[in-house]
T-cell receptor, first 115, second 114 residues
């Protein structure tokens, strides 16, 4: 069965420090990869996505992610975080077959940015 | 572009009543809408997939008679929680899909059943 693993459930970090949120997926077929952010009591906002092409993807709010096919990873990075980046981050994989587009989510990583 | 709205944003109801949640794609037509449920501090769990004009496809373990889904048009899907009980309290999120790569999510509806 396909799965998405977010290795860290919580990541505390100080403001202006760099951060990496890890995501690995299981797949033997082509996939689309996404990172979503969820602020408290809100829905999901798309941060960035990898569909094809360049393996380094840049998203909103200064985040970027790198697709590594050999390691089946899609880690999210930001060189300098802000207090406002405190949120839950979800990695998701889409396996598109037929007419359905089912997303499989990781369990999420809670990023806490401390002053 | 690609805005999805949900209404209501939160609802409190008595046990035994039914609650309807609307999901609308505001600036695009959605081939498919998905309904997710999220428990506190957990990830999103897909409940059902809804295609316009056809019956929804439910994930294993989701009661189709309890969670009624209607996808009447390409911009509107509704989820009705029938005879709600306290264990149905959760955060319900919909997403809309145009048939391309990205799902666009609504802001969610928080349901509290007393």
């Amino acid at each position: 069965a396909q799965s998405v693993t977010q290795l860290d459930s919580q990541v505390p970090v100080f403001e202006e420090a760099p951060v990496e949120l890890r995501c690995n997926y299981s797949s033997s077929v082509s996939v689309y990869l996404f990172w979503y952010v969820q602020y408290p009591n809100q829905g999901l906002q798309l941060l960035l996505k990898y569909l094809s092409g360049s393996t380094l993807v840049k998203g909103i709010n200064g985040f970027e992610a790198e697709f590594n096919k050999s390691q089946t990873s899609f880690h999210l990075r930001k060189p300098s975080v802000h207090i406002s980046d405190t949120a839950e981050y979800f990695c998701a994989v889409a396996y598109y077959g037929g007419s359905q587009g089912n997303l499989i989510f990781g369990k999420g990583t809670k990023l806490s940015v401390k002053p | 572009g690609a805005v999805v709205s949900q209404h209501p944003s939160w609802v409190i109801c008595k046990s035994g009543t039914s609650v309807k949640i609307e999901c609308r794609s505001l600036d695009f037509q959605a081939t498919t809408m998905f309904w997710y449920r999220q428990f506190p501090k957990q990830s999103l769990m897909l409940m059902a997939t809804s295609n316009e004009g056809s019956k929804a496809t439910y994930e294993q373990g989701v009661e189709k008679d309890k969670f009624l889904i209607n996808h009447a048009s390409l911009t509107l899907s509704t989820l009705t929680v029938t005879s709600a009980h306290p264990e149905d309290s959760s955060f319900y999120i919909c997403s809309a899909w145009q048939g391309q790569e990205t799902q666009y999510f609504g802001p969610g509806t928080r349901l509290l059943v007393l």
